[in-house]
């Protein structure tokens, strides 16, 4: 038995390319989401076969909306305690709960108490339930396996999947009608009971010991945000969700007519639950073979947009028999053409189709999509088989006409996402790296695939990084052939991402040409290469690493160290096996006995990144230590690493690090990395006085990358308490949050409420400019005295202040504008306004009046009018009803601005014009400064005093 058990061992560890140290992990998970499958397949048919014996099909309908308006609240729901609670706690507590629940629901059949809130509240959480428990596996996957195991494995784990589903279909048509429907809920019960001591496992071993709380909430944050104003404002995206929400509506009309049917046919109810068993389990197998041995040549041969033609064309055939000869033959037909068909060709078009979509968006939005857009279809769905099979009055069989209108819709959309598919992806394509486009390559008359070719093989290097990080979420035996060829190209970065694209070929081999690179003078190169030596050398990979991490160059041995550490850091049984913490423990020994070693700055660095990388929890305090080296590149570069490490406990040290303009930018980066868990404290260090300018930008730019809320309302806060430039940064900041996030909520009455504020201060500016540029015409004279000549130059520096105050006011009130409408649209019209081009400045002006509600035409046209004539006069202030103060007016509002190189500015211009009525509030206004102020207005008044 155990030779046995160690030869399939063997097998699947070779087959699956599963790795020493992962067995016990992928085989957990494998048999986690086996359990969950196959208790669905249990579920389902019962509660389909229970609730259609008791209430008749018509009912199904209400069901579909129920389960939708449920799906909603309960979704979001969860998500909010996603957020809150760590997931392996969600896990239990929903396995927890459901078994009780559907224990409840046993007893409650056992004793034929079938009112109806009992059946329809059982369809519902059946349907819920199946939906949270796929949802939560993933989730949970990608804590338990980093991304370059999840490739390798999740092949391995989704035929646990698969299984599930054959297995527990079939296992419900055998026992259906030997131990009766309502029993098999038992046999799930049995199977979820022990998917939580495998939950609690695999935590225990894997994640709360080798992951940071940090880098947890990290992972699970975005799975179900709500990026509805993502999807609405990317077309592709939208074309997307709606094939979607489309195929959604279709499939549960052909449920409906599958079940009507079935039902009609097979009156008896463990007959019907043993029949949907089967054939459930029947429809996994047909998509598993058309998976194998089908997709990759029908979407290789056919391309994505014609292969996304097939689900619907398959659904039209199974509708049209169900139309012609409504029978048993015709309705499984249907069901198959719509359950197998989903789950193959159309599920591998779908995700090449979202291929132009950025990664983090497609993250961002992948979730809603499936979880969110599929409940939603799913009430549409009802409420249309309501209309047709209540309101109509109509059979069955013209259920197949509502079918047919909707796949013709579902075509049309396919012919539109076809194009803007091709158009996303050209456009993709013609960027180089800075964005602008460059020479244009024709698409359209050949395969997407044919496209990517031609411009790996043709196109600048800018051109071929961006195909290549395109193309790194597919796999196509037909590219082989073109990443070789660039394997050694003579750019580093395009090889580091031919690297990154062949790493998960299995089918070829290319560790001869990759060994070369291990020699490259490029760092990132080297690393890759090993990378792709260590994946593609499974007999002997121990062996090889072995063999460079001891190498006599100390570049390989590093690169090969580091590399070693990315691999192997969630695997405990490889981290002993290499004895990495020893390793890493020596190289610190050596570092720090004085021993002369070749390249010092080097070994700190690689020590660094292994500590980091590998979550060697022990050596934590050695990156403390390397955060004060008197090397700024080792100092840099262990701040980057810690980004692997996200412990709460390095944040205060990093902000620390903020005030240092050699370290600001690698902090700022990593900062930026620990999310919303540095905000607590990066909010405080914004409001402390102490806190120099400079770092408060630092903070400013950090809180506008994080992608969180909280940042919306933390910046607004900061607005009123900072003075005027760094307000600008906070007015930047806010722009980039709703340019990033534009689902987020930003307080309109806020932002109006500074607007006014602005447009106010706006026209003070504009009316200061008027007056002081008119004393300069009047004073100026040929013959001035020394004094007077101070004066005017006095006088000028403070009218270029004025001007530039009244450009950048001009910008804060357009970045106000942004947080309402797009603030990319809001910058490109203030570009036109600025613009010498009078035709652009009247556009934008036409934008804008024909965009604005009326009170903030009002507001706004006043001002960029006055901007845009430049020079205006008495005459045009008046019009305006803008008042021309008096110089001592001018002044007053001038000293009480927050904006200090113009309050300075004026001090000088006060004095040296000897103006002795406002000598007391200048003295004033240099008692309340803050001490930089303060200080700025000494060195003024003595410099002018001297002269």
């Not at 074309?239 to 007519?257: D, K, M, N």
């Not at 999310?675 to 400013?700: C, F, M, V, W, Y």
Request: hydrophobic content about 45%; proline content about 3%; aromatic content about 10%.
């Amino acid at each position: 038995m155990y030779n046995l058990k160690k030869y399939t061992k063997k097998i699947l560890t070779k087959s699956f390319d599963i790795r020493e140290g992962e067995f016990d992990r992928a085989f957990l998970m494998m048999l986690y989401i086996f359990l969950v499958i196959s208790s669905n397949l249990i579920l389902k048919p019962t509660v389909i076969s229970l609730f259609i014996s008791q209430f008749g099909v018509d009912q199904l309908p209400f069901a579909f909306i129920l389960v939708a308006v449920f799906a909603a609240v309960g979704i979001t729901l969860y998500s909010y305690s996603l957020k809150k609670t760590s997931i392996n706690i969600i896990i239990t507590r929903t396995l927890i709960f459901s078994n009780f629940s559907f224990l409840l629901f046993w007893v409650l059949l056992e004793v034929n108490f079938l009112d109806g809130w009992v059946l329809y509240s059982f369809y519902i959480w059946v349907a819920l339930f199946s939906v949270l428990s796929a949802s939560q596996f993933w989730i949970f996957a990608n804590l338990i396996f980093n991304a370059r195991e999840a490739k390798r494995l999740f092949g391995f784990i989704g035929a646990g999947a698969i299984a599930g589903g054959i297995f527990g279909g079939y296992l419900t048509s055998i026992l259906a009608e030997i131990i009766g429907s309502e029993n098999l809920i038992l046999i799930s019960i049995f199977m979820l009971s022990w998917c939580i001591p495998i939950i609690n496992s695999l935590w225990k071993n894997n994640v709360i010991n080798y992951q940071s709380n940090i880098r947890q909430k990290k992972t699970t944050k975005t799975f179900f945000d709500h990026p509805l104003k993502l999807i609405r404002s990317s077309k592709h995206l939208t074309y997307l969700a709606l094939i979607v929400g489309i195929s959604v509506i279709v499939a549960r009309l052909v449920e409906f007519q599958f079940s009507a049917i079935a039902s009609y046919e097979m009156p008896n109810e463990d007959e019907l639950t043993s029949f949907f068993g089967f054939w459930f389990s029947n429809m996994n197998i047909i998509s598993l073979i058309i998976q194998l041995f089908l997709t990759r040549r029908v979407v290789g041969v056919f391309g994505v947009g014609t292969s996304l033609f097939f689900l619907p064309a398959g659904i039209f055939v199974g509708t049209f028999a169900v139309f012609v000869y409504p029978h048993l033959w015709s309705a499984i037909l249907l069901r198959i053409s719509d359950g197998s068909l989903k789950q193959s060709i159309n599920k591998s078009s779908m995700e090449l189709l979202a291929l132009p979509v950025p990664v983090e968006i497609k993250n961002q939005t992948k979730s809603y999509i499936d979880i969110f857009v599929d409940s939603i279809a799913t009430g549409l769905g009802g409420i249309i088989l309501i209309i047709l099979s209540s309101g109509f009055d109509i059979s069955i069989r013209y259920i197949s006409l509502g079918s047919l209108v909707l796949l013709f819709i579902w075509i049309y959309i396919v012919f539109q996402v076809r194009k803007e598919y091709l158009n996303s992806f050209k456009i993709k394509l013609e960027q180089n790296k800075s964005g602008a486009p460059q020479q244009s390559y024709d698409l359209n008359n050949e395969s997407i695939l044919g496209g990517i070719i031609k411009v790996l093989k043709t196109g600048s290097e800018g051109h071929i990084i961006h195909t290549l990080k395109l193309i790194k979420e597919i796999q196509n035996e037909r590219l082989l052939p073109t990443l070789e060829s660039l394997i050694q190209h003579p750019s580093s970065e395009i090889q580091l991402e031919v690297l990154r694209n062949i790493y998960f070929y299995k089918t070829h081999n290319y560790n001869h040409e990759v060994e070369n690179l291990i020699n490259d003078p490029n760092e990132e190169v080297r690393e890759e290469a090993f990378h792709y030596l260590f994946e593609h050398s499974p007999e002997n990979s121990i062996e090889l690493m072995e063999k460079y991490i001891n190498h006599s160059s100390q570049e390989i041995r590093n690169s090969a160290l580091v590399s070693l550490a990315i691999e192997i850091k969630d695997n405990p049984y490889l981290k002993e096996r290499f004895n990495l913490e020893n390793v890493v423990t020596e190289k610190l020994n050596q570092i720090n006995s004085g021993v002369k070693i070749e390249d010092l700055e080097q070994e700190k660095i690689t020590a660094a990144k292994v500590i980091a990388i590998a979550n060697l929890s022990n050596l934590y305090s050695q990156l403390k230590i390397f955060l004060n080296d008197t090397s700024m590149k080792v100092v840099n570069s262990t701040i980057r690493s810690i980004s692997y490490v996200l412990h709460s406990e390095f944040i205060p040290l990093l902000i620390e690090k903020l005030y240092q303009q050699e370290t600001t930018k690698a902090s700022i980066y990593t900062l930026t990395n620990y999310g919303e868990s540095a905000l607590d404290l990066l909010s405080k260090k914004i409001i402390e006085p102490q806190t120099d300018k400079q770092t408060k930008r630092n903070i400013i730019e950090i809180i506008g990358n994080i992608k969180n809320e909280e940042c919306v309302n933390i910046l607004f806060n900061a607005l009123d308490k900072e003075d005027y430039w760094l307000q600008n940064d906070i007015l930047k900041a806010l722009n980039n949050l709703k340019q990033n996030n534009p689902h987020f909520n930003f307080d309109w009455k806020k932002a109006v409420k500074k607007l006014y504020e602005e447009v106010k201060l706006e026209l003070e500016i504009i009316s200061s400019l008027y007056l002081e540029t008119d004393i300069d015409k009047k004073e100026m004279q040929i013959n001035a005295t020394d004094k007077e000549k101070k004066i005017n130059l006095a006088r000028k520096n403070l009218i270029t202040l004025l001007e530039h105050r009244m450009d950048v006011g001009l910008e804060r009130i357009f970045r106000l504008l942004g947080l309402k409408y797009p603030p990319e649209d809001m910058i490109e019209v203030l570009n036109s306004l600025k613009s010498s081009k009078e035709d652009l400045r009247v556009n934008a002006v036409d934008f804008l009046d024909n965009l604005l509600d009326i009170n903030l035409k009002k507001l706004i046209l006043p001002v960029i009018e006055l901007k845009i004539s430049e020079n205006p006069t008495k005459e045009i202030l008046t019009q305006y009803k803008l008042k021309i103060p008096k110089e001592k007016e001018c002044f007053e509002d001038l000293l009480l601005s927050k904006d200090n190189q113009l309050v300075v500015a004026t001090i000088k211009l006060i004095v040296l014009s000897e103006n002795k009525l406002l000598f007391p509030l200048i003295e004033k206004i240099k008692e309340d400064s803050p001490p930089k102020l303060k200080s700025i207005i000494e060195k003024t008044l003595t410099e002018i005093n001297k002269d």
